[in-house]
T-cell receptor, first 115, second 111 residues
């Protein structure tokens, strides 16, 4: 069975500092990997995803994540955060190849950006 | 209109009442899901359906039931609501696991 571990439940940082939100997964098959963001009192938005190809994927607002198969990780990074990045971030995994697998979520990391 | 629409957006109900949460989609996806979100626990899968005739239990199905009325409609029922079912509920659709579209959520409070 697949599982996702987000190693930090809360990450406080100052504005313009770099940030890394860690995500590790376990799976015996190939995977698709996702990061979702949830702003306060809102629904889930897809931030970025890895399906295949280049292991480095990027979002339109400056986040990036790298799929590392050997370390079973998909950490999310941003070189300089803004106040508006304050949100909860969820890492998720599903089985690749169009299989019957479902999307499994980590418990989330709350990013708090302080001025 | 949103691709995945959930109704109601908010609901307060009493312990023991039956309640139905509805979800409809315009994505044309066969796969539909119901998740619940609790603080500190992330999203957990309640039920999922890969087509109209295929319904499967997820991680936390006890106390819930579902109905797939059509490809575009997937409803979640709480037969006898209890306070620990107070949560934020999300419906989602999937394009064969390559992409997932979520509704805006239903905030359910059981008093």
């Amino acid at each position: 069975a697949q599982s996702v571990t987000q190693l930090d439940s809360q990450v406080p940082v100052f504005e313009e500092a770099p940030v890394e939100l860690r995500c590790n997964y376990s799976s015996s098959v190939s995977v698709y990997l996702f990061w979702y963001v949830q702003y306060p009192n809102q629904g889930l938005q897809l931030l970025l995803k890895y399906l295949s190809g280049s292991t480095l994927v990027k979002s339109i607002n400056g986040f990036e994540a790298e799929f590392n198969k050997s370390q079973t990780s998909f950490h999310l990074r941003k070189p300089s955060v803004h106040i508006s990045d304050t949100a909860e971030y969820f890492c998720a995994v599903s089985e690749g190849g169009g299989s019957q697998g479902n999307l499994i979520f980590g418990k989330g990391t709350k990013l708090s950006v302080k001025p | 209109d949103a691709d995945v629409t959930q109704t109601p957006r908010n609901r307060i109900t009493k312990t023991g009442k039956r309640i139905m949460l509805e979800c409809s989609q315009t994505k044309g996806h066969d796969r539909m899901y119901w998740y619940r979100q609790d603080p500190g626990l992330g999203l957990r899968l309640i039920y999922y359906s890969f087509d109209v005739k295929d319904i499967n239990k997820g991680e936390i199905s006890d106390g819930y039931s579902v109905s797939r009325q059509a490809q575009a409609k997937f409803s979640l029922s709480l037969e006898s609501a209890i306070p620990n079912q107070t949560a934020l509920y999300f419906c989602a659709t999937s394009d064969r696991g390559r992409g997932y579209t979520f509704g805006s959520g239903t905030r359910l409070t059981v008093v």
